[in-house]
């Protein structure tokens, strides 16, 4: 006797194989270009500004955690873990920050980061790492600015915008290179031609090639 069987369409099913701190890393990336790219520099910015900084690349997990929040960026219990985890790699109970900036909004490819160098050593006199807010001043060219083209802000309130960006640890109107390396790396993530961008830093420093 002949058996015939009822053949069945088997649904299949899509495992997803990325690792769960890149998953969380992605939602958090999708969150906060909907929010913003502003967003990415306020982030370094808020980071570098906890008590807990170590002046170089790190900061306690609860201080990283609350600087999300802060901003609107809320994960399920799991998922704060999960990232602190990945970025405390001493573990030692402290995340290191610019490797999660850096995981977010990526790097500037060479042209780019050479012509933010060249911005910020046009400025800095003494070999310090650091340069002074007050010089820029004179030269920032804000003409390009979207709000100055408007009219809605003048150039002069254009500086002021681009000044609060840094934190001023040292309470004399200075700049660290790291800081000024987050702002531009930010700024690059939003501008997709290396050209338009390396036109941008040129004209708003008034660098020479």
């Not at 998922?79 to 995340?95: P, R, T, W």
């Not at 999660?100 to 490819?109: A, T, V």
Request: charged share 35%; with cysteine; hydrophobic share 35%.
């Amino acid at each position: 006797m002949q058996i015939v069987t009822q053949s069945k369409k088997v649904k299949k099913i899509k495992i997803n194989k990325k690792p769960y701190n890149l998953i969380v890393l992605t939602s958090l990336r999708d969150k906060i270009f909907k929010m913003g790219y502003d967003q990415i520099r306020i982030i370094g910015k808020n980071l570098r500004n906890t008590k807990s900084y170590n002046g170089i690349n790190k900061i306690e997990k609860d201080d990283f955690l609350t600087c999300l929040r802060d901003i609107g960026l809320l994960l399920p219990k799991a998922a704060n873990e999960k990232l602190v985890q990945y970025y405390d790699k001493d573990i030692d109970g402290y995340v290191y920050f610019v490797e999660f900036l850096k995981s977010l909004r990526g790097e500037p490819n060479q042209q780019r980061q050479e012509v933010i160098d060249k911005a910020f050593m046009k400025f800095e006199k003494d070999g310090s790492g650091m340069i002074d807010i007050r010089d820029l001043k004179g030269v920032f060219n804000a003409s390009r600015h979207p709000k100055v083209v408007s009219g809605e802000i003048t150039q002069e309130q254009a500086f002021d915008e681009f000044a609060r960006n840094f934190n001023d640890r040292t309470g004399a109107g200075k700049i660290e290179k790291c800081e000024w390396d987050d702002y531009f790396a930010a700024v690059s993530a939003s501008v997709v031609e290396d050209d338009h961008f390396i036109e941008l830093l040129k004209g708003e420093w008034e660098i020479q090639d």
